[in-house]
C-alpha cells in the first residue's frame, strides 16, 4: 500500500529541506517529491539527472489579436494593472487575466490565451526518483503546481514498483502546503527554540489536523535555546502531538548541505545517528498509520 510522509515547517530556515533529504537517503523503495515549488532546493542536495521536462499551464492571459484591433483605447483606460502599456501591446508580467479587456474591446480584438507558468521536472538521483517543479516569477497558482508534483509522484510509484513517497513540502501555511498535506498519512513539522517557531508551530498543527492527518514534531538545534525547548514539548504533550526527536545545533549539518549531501551521507556522526533515530521512528508511526487506515 501507498504510504506518504510529508515534511513541512511554519517558516523557512527551520531544516525542513535538510531532514526531509535525510529521510529521503535512509529510506528504501521510494519517490522523492520537492513540493516547494516556489524556491525547490531538494535538486541541490541530490543533484538529479533531468529525464524530462513538462511546461506547467498556468491561469489565462490577454493577447491582443492586432488585425482587429482599431487602437479605441477603451481597454487601456480599463485595465486596473496597468498591463497594457500601448493601445495595442500587453504586458505578460502585469497582466493577472482578469478579463476585463476582452469584456469592454467593442470589436473583439481581445483573446484569453493559457500561457506557460513553470516547468514540472521528472529525474533520476543517487537516492531515487525525484519529482520536482519550477514556478516562473511571478506566477500564480503553486498550490495547482504543488498538486501535480505529487500527482506525478505516484505515478511514478506505480511505473516503478515504489510504495513511499517523501514529499519536501513548502514552508508556511497557505495553499501550497495545504495542497501538499491534502491525502497524506503523516506530517513531519520542523520547528526551532524560538517565540516565532512555537508561533508556526502551532499554526501548522492546526492546518493539519483540519484535514485529519497526524502531526508529528521535530525541533532542530533545541540546544541553542532551552527554555524555548521546554514550551515546545509542554505544547506537544498538551496537544498530543509525538515529539519524534530533538536535533542539536551541529556545524555539520550545514557542510553537508555546502558538500551537496545529506547529513547521513556526509559523516558517520552522532547528528547522523539522531536523525536516524527520528527516521525509525516516524517510519514506524507511518506504517502503524497506514495499516489502520488500511484496515
Same mark, same amino acid.
Given at each position: 500500500?501507498?504510504?506518504? %510522509?510529508?515534511?513541512?515547517?511554519?517558516?523557512?530556515?527551520?531544516?525542513?529541506?535538510? #531532514?526531509?533529504?535525510?529521510?529521503?537517503?535512509?529510506?528504501?523503495?521510494?519517490? @522523492?517529491?520537492?513540493?516547494?515549488?516556489?524556491?525547490?532546493?531538494?535538486?541541490?542536495?541530490?543533484?538529479? $539527472? @533531468?529525464?524530462?521536462? !513538462?511546461?506547467?499551464?498556468?491561469? !489565462?492571459?490577454?493577447?491582443?489579436?492586432?488585425?482587429?484591433?482599431?487602437?479605441?483605447?477603451?481597454?487601456?483606460?480599463?485595465?486596473?494593472?496597468?498591463?497594457?502599456?500601448?493601445?495595442?501591446?500587453?504586458?505578460? /508580467?502585469?497582466?493577472?487575466?482578469?478579463?476585463?479587456?476582452?469584456?469592454?474591446?467593442?470589436?473583439?480584438?481581445?483573446?484569453?490565451?493559457?500561457?506557460?507558468?513553470? $516547468?514540472?521536472? #521528472?529525474?533520476?538521483?543517487?537516492?531515487? &526518483?525525484?519529482?520536482?517543479?519550477?514556478?516562473?516569477?511571478?506566477?500564480?497558482?503553486?498550490?495547482?503546481l504543488v498538486s501535480l508534483v505529487r500527482q506525478f509522484a505516484k505515478i511514478?510509484?506505480?511505473?516503478?514498483?515504489?510504495? %513511499?513517497? /517523501?514529499?519536501?513540502?513548502?514552508?508556511?501555511?497557505?495553499?501550497?502546503?495545504?495542497?501538499? @498535506?491534502?491525502?497524506?498519512?503523516?506530517?513531519?513539522?520542523?520547528?526551532?527554540?524560538? %517565540?516565532?517557531?512555537?508561533?508556526?508551530?502551532?499554526?501548522?498543527?492546526?492546518?493539519?489536523?483540519?484535514?485529519?492527518?497526524?502531526?508529528?514534531?521535530?525541533?532542530?538545534?533545541?540546544?541553542?535555546? &532551552?527554555?524555548?525547548?521546554? !514550551?515546545?514539548?509542554?505544547?506537544?504533550?498538551?496537544?498530543?502531538? #509525538? %515529539?519524534?526527536?530533538?536535533?542539536? =545545533?551541529?556545524?555539520?549539518?550545514?557542510?553537508?548541505?555546502?558538500?551537496?549531501?545529506?547529513?547521513? $551521507?556526509?559523516?558517520?556522526?552522532?547528528?547522523? $545517528? /539522531?536523525?536516524?533515530?527520528?527516521?525509525?521512528?516516524? =517510519?514506524?508511526? #507511518?506504517?502503524?498509520?497506514?495499516?489502520?487506515?488500511?484496515?
Amino acid at each position: 500500500m501507498l504510504k506518504e %510522509l510529508v515534511v513541512v515547517s511554519g517558516k523557512g530556515g527551520t531544516g525542513k529541506t535538510t #531532514l526531509a533529504s535525510s529521510f529521503a537517503y535512509l529510506s528504501e523503495n521510494k519517490v @522523492i517529491a520537492d513540493c516547494d515549488v516556489d524556491a525547490s532546493d531538494m535538486h541541490l542536495i541530490l543533484q538529479p $539527472e @533531468i529525464k524530462q521536462v !513538462k511546461p506547467y499551464t498556468g491561469r !489565462k492571459k490577454a493577447k491582443v489579436i492586432e488585425e482587429e484591433c482599431t487602437l479605441c483605447g477603451i481597454c487601456v483606460d480599463e485595465c486596473r494593472f496597468d498591463a497594457i502599456t500601448d493601445i495595442n501591446q500587453i504586458n505578460p /508580467i502585469k497582466c493577472e487575466g482578469c478579463g476585463v479587456c476582452k469584456i469592454v474591446c467593442p470589436v473583439d480584438a481581445i483573446e484569453m490565451v493559457p500561457t506557460q507558468a513553470g $516547468e514540472l521536472y #521528472l529525474s533520476e538521483s543517487r537516492y531515487g &526518483p525525484l519529482i520536482h517543479a519550477r514556478l516562473f516569477p511571478g506566477e500564480e497558482n503553486s498550490g495547482q503546481l504543488v498538486s501535480l508534483v505529487r500527482q506525478f509522484a505516484k505515478i511514478t510509484c506505480g511505473t516503478k514498483n515504489k510504495d %513511499l513517497v /517523501i514529499i519536501d513540502g513548502p514552508p508556511g501555511t497557505g495553499c501550497p502546503v495545504t495542497s501538499a @498535506i491534502t491525502g497524506t498519512n503523516l506530517a513531519v513539522v520542523v520547528t526551532e527554540p524560538t %517565540l516565532s517557531g512555537i508561533h508556526d508551530l502551532e499554526r501548522v498543527v492546526e492546518v493539519i489536523r483540519q484535514f485529519k492527518i497526524k502531526p508529528t514534531v521535530v525541533i532542530n538545534k533545541y540546544d541553542i535555546n &532551552p527554555e524555548m525547548t521546554e !514550551k515546545i514539548e509542554n505544547f506537544a504533550r498538551e496537544n498530543e502531538i #509525538l %515529539l519524534l526527536g530533538k536535533i542539536p =545545533f551541529d556545524e555539520r549539518a550545514v557542510e553537508s548541505v555546502v558538500d551537496r549531501k545529506s547529513v547521513p $551521507e556526509y559523516c558517520d556522526c552522532e547528528l547522523s $545517528e /539522531i536523525i536516524k533515530e527520528i527516521w525509525e521512528k516516524a =517510519f514506524s508511526l #507511518l506504517r502503524e498509520v497506514v495499516d489502520e487506515s488500511g484496515a
